[in-house]
């Protein structure tokens, strides 16, 4: 974890400089206390298709609010586990935004919406 925090520090001298930098933090495998820290910093964090094996992060997730959490693959590598043993592709961000309703309890509809919509504010999308 002292990872995070020596990359919250810096982004937050950066933000000196830069008062309108924002970002995303790529395969997020922080707890709660390095999540809010990114966000307070206006950053969102990504969850890849870890969270369809591994436990580790569900308390982070339903922690986090839905408008600072952006899903991802990481494709080639850590397939979800419909495709474990195969060469993981951006389609299976399907399964993992799933596993993100399922862990928080929400609709998968809200949370594919949401996401998309986070996404396309973080990178300026139309």
Do not use: C
């Not at 001298?13 to 390095?34: A, C, Q, W, Y």
């Not at 820290?37 to 890849?48: A, D, K, W």
């Not at 952006?70 to 043993?85: F, I, M």
Request: aromatic letters at 8%.
């Amino acid at each position: 974890m002292d990872a995070y925090h020596e990359l919250s520090n810096i982004l937050q001298k950066t933000r000196m400089d830069s008062p309108k930098l924002r970002g995303d933090v790529h395969f997020f495998v922080g707890g709660i206390l390095e999540a809010k820290e990114l966000i307070n910093l206006g950053f969102t964090v990504s969850f890849t298709a870890v969270i369809t094996f591994a436990r580790d992060y569900d308390e982070v997730i339903k922690a986090v609010p839905l408008a600072n959490i952006l899903s991802e693959t990481d494709s080639p590598y850590v397939a979800p586990v419909s495709r474990h043993g195969k060469r993981n592709d951006p389609l299976a961000v399907v399964d993992v935004v799933a596993k993100i309703a399922e862990i928080r309890g929400e609709p998968a509809e809200t949370i594919r919406s949401s996401l998309l919509a986070n996404a396309n504010r973080m990178f300026t999308l139309p």
